[in-house]
């Protein structure tokens, strides 16, 4: 069966930077698209980036130039590097992925969550 399972969450100060994993097993890489989320106290759970096989897509504007999503195909690992961290990015971030062949900012769209890794900026 499906499993994702986040690591690389941690406590930062402003300005520091950080890399998410996300390791996939049991998934088939048709049609796919792989995504993190976040969620912060109090708000709704917010796309961040997604990537299918032929592209990468943005989804939050406030972390547009900031945060970069990439996947290591040999590993099975998805990524989420993510640079000049801000007090409002502190959130749970989870990472999603589906085989229904849309990238898209609905959590609904995806069938699989990993359990989330928690990410403080202060």
């Known amino acids: 069966h499906v499993q994702l399972v986040e690591s690389g969450g941690g406590s930062v100060q402003p300005g520091g930077s950080l890399r998410l ?3 996939i097993s ?5 049609n796919y698209c792989l995504a993190w989320f976040r969620q912060a106290p109090g708000k709704e759970r917010e ?3 997604s990537r299918d ?5 943005v ?3 406030s972390v547009k ?5 990439s996947r290591d195909a040999a590993k099975n690992i998805l990524y989420l590097q993510m640079h000049s961290l801000k007090p409002e990015d ?5 990472c999603a992925a589906d085989m229904g062949g849309y990238c898209g900012t609905a959590p609904d769209l995806y069938n ?4 989330g890794t928690q990410v403080t900026v202060s």
């Open 112 to 115: 699989y969550w990993g359990q």
């Open 21 to 23: 994993s996300c390791q």
């Open 26 to 30: 049991g998934f088939t890489y048709i």
């Open 65 to 69: 130039g900031r945060f970069l999503i």
């Open 90 to 94: 502190t959130a749970m971030y989870y």
């Open 53 to 57: 096989q032929d592209a990468t897509q």
């Open 47 to 49: 796309g961040v980036r």
């Open 59 to 61: 989804y939050a504007d």
